[in-house]
């Protein structure tokens, strides 16, 4: 069968569910316009080497442009033949401009390089959008920090209350992980951005195409400098899926905090009813399904990324079919990861924030830490301040006072002499606390502005 790209020494038809099983077109008709791409400058380096004359390279530009514009207006038409994108365009080309021309394009190509190519593009294109959604989060958590500076809220260990931190600050330890995954983003798109192109089907190129030429054409940053490789490596998407779960980690962590804090026992914020859901049976239920969703999900993407290192792991080099088993797993988490990136920005700037509840859940327990500083701020060691503090809290717990700050200047001077009158001024108040933590990183209002500015520069 002449028709099919490989079908010269075959003489029997195949099983229609090993066709089924073979097809990646379903999936992979995304890369449409990657694979056009690849096409268009792929021919014009044959031309350079004197396997087209330009008549012929015209024509085919010609009819690639044609299928480009099929393409995006839906009009492409699909045959059952169609083994996958690869496939599908250069059959469509040689219906367009006839099989005499359309039969030259693939000379000293496979569609091992090809697929890799066309791969590399698709994902350099997908990671810089993910990019600028990551952006427009990362602006979100900032202008709220911004806006609520002035918030404050208890700051959880083990989930228990620990000490006073601004929301803001909250909100920023989130969007520094971000930072550092718009980062890590940035540093995966430069080793996608190289060039398998024109190494063949492993063995290298037989006409000796400029292979610099087809990669800044195709505005790749460099190339894949051994053919065996350039064909076989699917690094890029392992980074890539690693890269998804790890993102999607983050947000899964964001998530839980948030459905925590929106709970009626904490109340720290609503989530607005464009995020959630009502229940089917309790009409007073609202449900932070964006939340769970976006928390859920994580597990999904991190299938996929195991799952794709088991199907590489153990393959010989250098191109088998199970690398066609990359696509899935790697579109599936692109799309998940651009829209929950799209649904955490929605969350978040919609959320509104219960400044009262949070004031309310801070206790003075809290400032245990800040009694015991008091102290030490007039000269004994931090170990024994530790121990006086914590046999304040006892004291104030066996006398039933309500609170550390309810204790009399005379029952704490009963713990320790050296508590004077300035101490309820000094340390029972959390402003004061959040305030002293100024260090870089800390939770003061200039530190929390200092992380606004390192972040905003990110923008
Ligand atoms: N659809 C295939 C894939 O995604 C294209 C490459 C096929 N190459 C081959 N030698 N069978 O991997």
Redesign the pocket.
Known sequence: DLKSL?GGRFTGGMDPLMQLYNA?FPY?KIMYAADLQGTRVYTSGLRKLGLLTDDELSEIHRGLDLILQEWEAGKFEEKPDD????TANERRLGELIGRGIAGKVHTGR???D??ATDMRIYVREQLTELKKLLKELLSVFVSRAEVEIGVLMPGYTHLQRAQPIRWAHWLLSYATYISADLQRLEQIIERVNLSPLGCG?LAGHPYGIDRDFLAEGLGFGGLVPNSLTAVSDRDFVVETLFWSTLFMNHISRFSEDMIIYSTAEFGFINLADAYSTGSSLMPQKKNPDSLELLRGKAGRVFGGLSGFLMTLKSLPST?D?D??E??EPLFDALTTVSHSIQIATGVLSTLTVNEDKMLAALTPDMLATDLADYLVRKGVPFRETHHISGAVVRLAEVEKVGGIDKLSLEQLQSVDARFGEDVVAEVFDYEKSVERRSAIGGTSKSAVLDQIARLKKLL
């Open positions: 490989w990646s992979d083994e996958d994108i690869h496979s569609r091992n090809q697929v089907a191109y079919k690398l066609q990359d696509k």
